[in-house]
Structures are given as C-alpha cells and as structure tokens.
C-alpha cells in the first residue's frame, strides 16, 4: 500500500468547506488554533482536514465529518486506536505534538499535503512522543519525521495485542 493519497476534487471540496465550518465554530468558542508558520488560520485549518481526509482514504475509514466544537477530540479511529493527524505542507517539516490536552490520543500520523496530493510521512503512539522528542524540557514536543516509523508497519501491528 502506497503512503501517497491523491484525493479528489470532490474530497478536497468538502475539506474545505468542511474546515471553514470548523474554523469558525472553534473561534466563536474563543478556541485559539495552534498554527505554525506565517499562513494564516484559514490554510492552517484547511491543510489539516486534508491531511485527515488523506489518512481516512489510506486507512480506509470514513472521515470525521463533524462540525461541532472538537477541541480535545481524535482526528479518527483505526483499528480501535484513537488517532490524531498533523499536518504540514512542508515536505521536510516534523511532528508537532501538543501534550497539554487533557486526553492524549493512542497514536499520531504526519502528513505532508500538498493541495490534493497527499503523502503520509509516519507515525507514532503517543506514549513515545517524550522519548523521541529533540525539543527542549518545557517546550513543544517536536518529532523529526526522519524518526517516525513509516505508515505500513501500522498495518502489520495486531491491534488485538
């Protein structure tokens, strides 16, 4: 299985639209987005429902259509682990974690998006996060993505263990 998903035009339609919903659903509930970058709130907003589309198409689950105030949710389940995805549309960029939510989620997965074209970089479980992060104590875990373990060991793993 590829780690590259190309979604449609109809899949980008609804992310989009479905990221402006969301968006100002979060800042009437005075939720601050946690960008990273120069883009504005709106892209930073897109690039992640795309980046969650991608990963729903690739695991073959349904995407998170939900327009409801979300803060501390999951991005999605597979195979009964609770997933949640970062984006990035740099190429190179690394996995930023925010471990101050109240429930962490059982595993991340980067994904660098690139418009329609999609490449799931890697995951991990979140219980690694603080080993694997190079940031410093007090500081934003950062995972390089270089060190995240590719997407098709998920697939191999027995979720039942």
């Given at each position: 299985?590829s780690d590259r998903v190309?979604?449609?035009?109809?899949?980008?339609?609804?992310?989009?639209?479905?990221?402006?919903?969301?968006?100002g659903?979060?800042?009437e509930?005075?939720i601050?987005?946690?960008?990273?970058?120069?883009?504005d709130a709106?892209?930073t907003?897109?690039?992640?429902?795309?980046?969650?589309?991608?990963?729903?198409?690739?695991?073959n689950?349904?995407?998170?259509?939900?327009?409801?105030?979300?803060?501390?949710?999951?991005d999605?389940?597979?195979?009964?682990?609770?997933?949640?995805?970062?984006?990035?549309r740099?190429?190179h960029?690394?996995?930023?974690v925010?471990?101050?939510?109240?429930k962490?989620?059982?595993?991340?997965v980067?994904?660098?998006?690139e418009y329609?074209?999609?490449t799931?970089?890697?995951?991990?479980?979140?219980s690694?996060?603080?080993?694997?992060?190079y940031a410093?104590?007090?500081r934003?875990p950062?995972?390089?993505?270089?060190?995240l373990?590719?997407?098709?060991?998920?697939?191999?793993?027995?979720?039942?263990q």
């Amino acid at each position: 299985m590829s780690d590259r998903v190309i979604l449609s035009s109809g899949e980008v339609a609804i992310a989009t639209t479905l990221a402006a919903i969301r968006q100002g659903v979060n800042r009437e509930a005075g939720i601050r987005n946690l960008k990273a970058g120069q883009q504005d709130a709106i892209t930073t907003e897109v690039v992640g429902v795309l980046g969650e589309f991608a990963f729903a198409k690739w695991a073959n689950v349904f995407p998170d259509l939900t327009t409801h105030l979300r803060r501390g949710s999951f991005d999605a389940t597979f195979r009964g682990w609770n997933v949640d995805v970062k984006a990035t549309r740099n190429p190179h960029g690394d996995l930023w974690v925010d471990a101050r939510k109240d429930k962490l989620p059982d595993l991340y997965v980067l994904v660098h998006v690139e418009y329609a074209a999609c490449t799931l970089l890697g995951w991990c479980w979140s219980s690694e996060v603080p080993e694997r992060s190079y940031a410093e104590e007090g500081r934003t875990p950062q995972i390089a993505n270089r060190d995240l373990d590719a997407m098709r060991w998920l697939l191999e793993i027995d979720h039942r263990q």
